[in-house]
């Protein structure tokens, strides 16, 4: 391999590396204030990149607007999924979120093959040739979704670590009892954090769109890498779970000239069988979301 084969390889593995981060910071929120892995922020991508699609054929909406608009919608998903659901679950055994999750993800699923068909869409977007840099290859589209990416990931940091909310849902995380003894309202503050789970993961859906192709099936396909990243990252360590998937995406695009573009999901399955026998704390090594 050259090293124009590795530093295209390595380009491609940055850029998807920032989309699954999306998802996988989105389920590291989760993890560690609820307490349970959110098997259900695949289906949250996907409801994400169908909501724009439809809103841009339907209304002819311009494909920033129909993000937003996306990100709105999955938002209230979410946070309906949270009221209706996980909060009656709270204080059970972690399997019975963990079980409505994946009942939830499959009836959005369900929902989506039903009323959008199996057929692959995509979104409207401009022909743009790719910048060549004598043999490194750059799409601008590429650079577009990494900086969209990088922008969604500064700013869900620097509400955890730099405002209120975040104090609040540390505080939440590390005693529930407590922070409500202290005068925390936990229950607007749980709705807040899954309607920020609920856009982080719209914008991953569109995102991974906008790279690739929209299906019933994309946000499925992403929960194993945005899981195995949370692993590998640390579990309920939001910068872990950014930084396990970057080197995730960029071991698996490595590794395509040996395995094949066909089977470098399974690096995922073996990062996170390796990861839960060897270093089950993650690279971080301890949570980083409570103090």
Request: charged share 10%.
């Amino acid at each position: 391999m050259s090293w124009i084969d590795f530093a295209n390889l390595l380009i491609n593995g940055l850029i998807e590396g920032l989309v699954v981060a999306l998802p996988a910071l989105a389920m590291t929120l989760v993890m560690g204030v609820n307490r349970f892995p959110n098997a259900a922020a695949g289906d949250f991508m996907t409801t994400g990149a169908y909501a724009a699609v439809a809103v841009q054929m339907l209304g002819g909406w311009p494909l920033w607007a129909a993000a937003l608009a996306s990100m709105a919608a999955t938002a209230v998903v979410s946070a309906g999924s949270y009221a209706l659901i996980f909060r009656k679950l709270a204080g059970r055994p972690m399997v019975s979120s963990m079980l409505a999750a994946i009942g939830l993800g499959f009836l959005l699923r369900s929902l989506i093959s039903f009323f959008a068909g199996h057929d692959q869409r995509t979104f409207d977007l401009p022909l743009m040739r790719a910048w060549n840099f004598g043999g490194v290859r750059v799409l601008p589209t590429d650079l577009v979704i990494a900086g969209i990416a990088a922008a969604c990931l500064l700013v869900v940091f620097v509400l955890i670590y730099r405002t209120s909310f975040g104090r609040q849902l540390r505080a939440v995380a590390d005693s529930a009892d407590l922070a409500r003894a202290s005068g925390i309202r936990a229950n607007g503050l749980m709705l807040s954090l899954w309607l920020l789970v609920g856009a982080l993961s719209a914008v991953g859906g569109v995102l991974l769109g906008m790279k690739s192709i929209v299906s019933p099936e994309m946000g499925w396909e992403s929960l194993i890498p945005a899981f195995a990243a949370m692993v590998l990252g640390g579990i309920g360590s939001p910068v872990g779970a950014v930084l396990g998937a970057l080197l995730l995406c960029v071991a698996q695009e490595l590794s395509v000239p040996l395995l094949g573009p066909s089977y470098k999901l399974v690096l995922s399955f073996v990062v996170l069988a390796l990861v839960l026998l060897l270093r089950p704390a993650g690279v971080m090594g301890r949570v980083q979301l409570v103090r």
